[in-house]
């Protein structure tokens, strides 16, 4: 059994694969045939935007 890794990036849930012989992570939507390969640089950086949505305030303003 393999644990899944999902991230919400650009708007959409992406299911995130390691592609071992390059060092870089695709990033695809089951039922859509295209993908995002990024680097692992990349991933951070979503994931440290995907955090800073969830963790930020509803109403910055109080």
């Known amino acids: 059994m393999h ?3 999902w991230i919400y990036y650009r708007g959409d849930w ?3 694969t390691i592609v ?3 060092k870089e ?3 695809t939507r089951p ?3 295209t ?3 990024m680097t692992r640089q990349g991933l951070e950086r979503a994931l440290r935007d995907y955090y ?3 963790m930020a305030p ?3 303003h109080r």
Do not use: E
């Open 3 to 5: 644990d899944m890794n």
């Open 25 to 27: 992570y695709r990033l």
């Open 35 to 37: 993908h995002i390969t």
């Open 52 to 54: 800073s949505l969830t």
């Open 31 to 33: 039922g859509h045939r």
């Open 20 to 22: 071992t012989k390059d």
């Open 14 to 16: 992406y299911r995130v």
């Open 58 to 60: 509803l109403n910055p």
